[in-house]
């Protein structure tokens, strides 16, 4: 078998497992078993990270020992006509020419495609590498929560090659630090009355992505985008909300959103014009950048029995219209390079309140922490309660790493060129890793990945036989 039929066809049985964020158990069950059968050590710590080692090749028995990193769980997103239940349905893979991708779901190339390659590694005999240790964390996709608990004793290797970078051809030596804000705005119920009409907004359409790679990329915030069209119809239509939900996740830019809202009936006619106009210059505004944008008003019948206040509704709406959302901030140092950023990434109104998470990142840790108090402000001001989460600091780079020459030596030699080498504004295991470790050299690469954390994600296939061959050759080296 062909070292790219090899890949795939591990990458094909890895997709066939649940595991999301906080669903790891079965495809950790499942390594395990195949390092077993293979005759290979492993070893899980108490946050459920697993290592697995491998033995080095004949002759590579004293080099330094090799640690290659990825995640175990991956974001589940969907269209919303899938019918895919995460759970317990294997990712339908579909192979399109050069490109790899699902069945109106998630691919989850990030990150099982390197678990993928790590096995692939591994199994072919003709691969000749150091010992090598596979480190496979829990809970990434969550807050990098896996790795920020790593038992170091689970490493003896000093030097590590993250695989969830998603461009081939680039080597990331840094990247963003993050954490999240989860906000509730209380609210109380009251009963819909007779001559009130119940109105229904969608919007979908939206491209979504990763709220790292892809915030700079204009692309539309469905979350954002109700609230606008909320608060332009209740500039002089008040309404009451019944249901507001938007995302699934808090690093997915949220590609659809729904809410039903009641007005009074002689308010109806001002609330379609209102909506109209609203609509409209938003279309205008996106033409370029989402195509698909749709945003649909209809009537529905009564079968709801309650909506929160006028005021209330009015609070929650302008909470979200407040929140940041998108680049903040560039890098003053790096040309192009986003220093700052805010994703609204859920939504959604429970009997106890209004429920939004909001995702702060930036590479410097002064103006990640400015955005956590911004993010809080605004909702301490709308009366709201907040928890915060811990904050990973971002990944400084060593650009007199030796494991940063020698990838630019090795990449170079195999493809008559010399890499890029970038910062990431989406969040990396690395610079954690190597500070509960007590110091790695450690770089993050990986293949070309379009749109991840969406639907739409696909692997250009080409690029995974690129980062096989330099692998291969780097191990060697």
Not at 12 to 28: A, C, L, N, W
Not at 65 to 92: A, C, N, Y
């Amino acid at each position: 078998m062909q070292p790219i039929d090899l890949i795939l066809a591990r990458f094909e049985q890895v997709s066939s497992i649940p595991r999301g964020t906080k669903y790891e158990d079965q495809i950790r069950r499942w390594l395990i078993d195949w390092a077993v059968a293979r005759n290979y050590r492993s070893r899980v710590d108490a946050v459920g990270n697993l290592v697995i080692y491998v033995p080095a090749s004949a002759g590579f028995e004293s080099a330094p020992t090799f640690v290659l990193q990825g995640h175990l769980d991956m974001v589940w997103q969907k269209t919303p006509e899938s019918e895919h239940d995460f759970t317990r349905d294997p990712i339908r893979i579909i192979r399109d020419g050069d490109w790899l991708k699902a069945d109106k779901t998630t691919l989850g190339a990030d990150n099982g495609i390197a678990i993928a390659l790590m096995m692939a590694l591994a199994e072919d005999e003709t691969v000749l590498h150091p010992a090598l240790e596979l480190l496979l964390t829990v809970e990434e996709e969550l807050g990098i929560v896996g790795a920020d608990n790593l038992d170091a004793s689970l490493l003896a290797g000093k030097t590590l090659v993250n695989l969830d970078s998603e461009e081939e051809g680039v080597l990331t030596v840094g990247c963003a630090g993050g954490g999240s804000t989860y906000i509730t705005l209380p609210m109380h119920w009251l009963p819909v009355i007779q001559d009130e009409i119940i109105f229904e907004i969608k919007v979908g359409g939206l491209k979504g992505g990763h709220s790292g790679e892809d915030i700079n990329k204009h692309r539309q915030n469905a979350n954002k985008v109700i609230a606008r069209v909320l608060d332009f119809i209740q500039k002089d239509v008040p309404v009451r909300l019944i249901s507001l939900k938007g995302g699934t996740a808090r690093n997915a830019i949220p590609r659809d959103a729904e809410t039903l809202f009641v007005c009074s009936a002689d308010k109806a006619d001002d609330c379609r014009k209102n909506f109209s106009s609203i609509v409209q210059a938003i279309r205008d505004e996106c033409i370029n950048t989402e195509p698909d944008l749709s945003i649909v008003l209809s009537v529905q019948e009564k079968n709801s029995e309650a909506a929160i206040g006028y005021d209330e509704t009015e609070k929650g709406i302008r909470l979200l219209m407040a929140l940041p959302h998108g680049v903040s901030a560039m890098s003053s140092e790096i040309a192009g390079f986003i220093e700052t950023s805010n994703n609204i990434g859920i939504m959604e109104l429970k009997q106890e309140g209004l429920f939004i998470v909001s995702n702060q990142r930036s590479s410097v840790l002064s103006k990640l922490e400015e955005m956590f108090f911004r993010v809080k402000s605004i909702a301490l001001l709308a009366d709201a309660q907040i928890r915060e989460t811990a904050v990973f600091k971002p990944w400084q780079p060593n650009m007199d790493s030796q494991l940063l020459a020698k990838c630019v030596q090795v990449y170079e030699a195999e493809f008559g060129r010399k890499p890029e080498v970038q910062l990431s504004h989406g969040g990396l295991e690395c610079g954690i890793i190597s500070d509960r470790c007590g110091g790695l050299d450690t770089i993050s690469m990986g293949p070309t990945i379009h749109n991840p954390h969406s639907p739409d994600e696909k692997l250009f296939i080409p690029s995974l036989e690129k980062i096989w061959r330099f692998l291969v050759k780097l191990l060697a080296s």
